[in-house]
């Protein structure tokens, strides 16, 4: 475009507002444009010739850098090249993590079917113990008197073996060396005591302990069973320790081995070998796992043992420790198969007092496992003579002040000092 006179500058200055009204000219009309150098008047037409001209890339550097380049050339830049080939590329940018609604979706997931699986369990659970519990047989072992003890601190239960054949036919009668005799009597009887705070004890009360019985007179412990059944036996043993009895638990011949034939045995640890023919058992020192029938023969026998009632009833102690232990270990508790299995064996072989709760049969198990693990008190009750003449046979008298003070300590939730 060419240059611009001071005329040129003058319209050019021109304001909106001051722009001079003719209407006879039209002002709106494109102002002329100046001439191109090459005498073509109008602006529009395209001078092919002045454009630019595209030219290729290689030529271009050629051109531009031919004779630089070669000139400013250092070998050192191929040497600093291969440095940095040389060196140790970085390790490949880790995966992206995936997002965390996914994993917060898988968790939560886990969670649940974690929560479904201990439901199920304690459902599972539930219904076995209810299973259990409605297997074992109820019996009526709360006196009615009204002159029972009051309760202590902690609850007592008595535990009774009786010698019912029941549950045996007469080829296991024969094999047992249990005899042919009907009806039962209290072969075993234990007080377990378990305190609200501490270890539990448990107190053997030989069967042949000279004891007044009510409306009968001094006779045998063993023969308050037979008079008036566990109602009668609760009650003596009641009156003769002065502790009031919170729950019942009997087992007969045949339920005993029953169960410990269940559990698959029960191990124990024998210092001498043990021959008794009336109780049917030969059995050679060491440990070894006693099944049922010599199980039976071993907490039985009394005949071969110089000590007569006593031994005898610190073996049932031992093994009845033994055995609770077994059945209540967690490879059968925390199963319910295998607690059903067990569980249904033994509920079929026991019978409760009516009174006697869920919780309190649990209590009792619980405390003879830790009797079975040495935490606790095992004795017998204190004796003066274990020969007394009476007119209903030997008895065994028991020294008064000394089972006088073991009572008053299981009253009273004092630690237990008295020996037999």
């Known amino acids: 475009m060419g240059t611009r006179g001071p005329a040129d500058c003058q319209v050019t200055a021109l304001r909106w507002d001051v722009v001079p009204n003719h209407p006879e000219d039209d002002w709106t009309r494109p102002v002329p444009r100046t001439p191109r150098p090459d005498g073509s008047a109008d602006w529009r037409v395209r001078d092919r ?68 699986a201990l439901v199920a369990y304690v459902v599972a659970m539930a219904v076995v113990v209810a ?16 002159d029972r003890p009051s309760g202590g601190a902690g609850e007592n239960y008595l535990l009774v073996g009786t010698d019912s054949r029941e549950q045996l036919t007469q080829e296991e009668r024969s094999e047992f060396g249990t005899g042919s005799a009907e009806g039962s009597r209290a072969d075993t009887v234990m007080l377990l005591h378990v305190p609200t705070v501490g270890d539990p004890t448990l107190v053997s009360l030989p069967r042949d302990s000279y004891l007044e019985i009510r409306d009968h007179g001094f006779d045998k412990l063993n023969a308050a069973f037979s008079l008036g059944g566990p109602e009668r036996l609760v009650d003596t043993v009641e009156q003769a320790t002065g502790l009031r009895i919170s729950g019942y638990l009997e087992i007969g011949f045949g339920g005993f081995v029953g169960v410990v034939n269940e559990v698959g045995g029960v191990r124990l640890c024998l210092d001498e070998a043990v021959v008794d023919e009336k109780a049917h058992i030969d059995l050679a020192a060491g440990c070894q796992d006693l ?45 319910p198969v295998r607690l059903h299995q067990v569980g249904t064996a033994t509920g079929s072989a026991l019978s409760v007092g009516e009174d006697t709760s869920p919780v309190e049969a649990a209590r009792m198990a619980l405390a003879m496992r830790s009797i079975a693990n040495g935490n606790g008190v095992s004795t017998t009750v204190p004796y003066a003579n274990l020969n007394y003449p009476t007119n209903v046979g030997s008895a065994v008298l028991w020294d008064e002040a000394g089972a006088a003070a073991l009572f008053e300590a299981l009253r009273n939730g004092a630690p237990v000092t008295v020996q037999p």
Do not use: C, H
């Not at 299973?131 to 009204?146: F, M, Q, R, T, Y």
């Not at 006593?310 to 925390?334: C, D, H, N, W, Y």
């Open 131 to 146: 299973l259990i519990w409605g297997s074992v047989s109820k019996v009526d072992s709360e006196p009615d008197v009204a």
């Open 291 to 335: 099944s049922g029938p010599d199980a039976l023969g071993y907490v039985r026998m009394r005949y071969a043992d110089p000590r007569g009632d006593i031994g005898r009833v610190e073996r049932q102690r031992e093994f009845l420790a033994a055995l609770v232990a077994k059945m209540a270990s967690p490879a059968t508790v925390l199963n």
């Open 49 to 116: 010739s002045q454009e630019t001209q595209y030219i290729p890339r290689e030529s271009y550097r050629q051109d531009r850098y031919q004779g630089r380049y070669d000139e400013r050339y250092d070998e050192r830049y191929d040497e600093r090249y291969d440095e940095r080939e040389a060196r140790p590329r970085r390790a490949a940018t880790p995966p992206p993590r995936p997002p965390r609604r996914r994993r917060r979706y898988r968790v939560r997931r886990m969670l649940a079917l974690l929560l479904l």
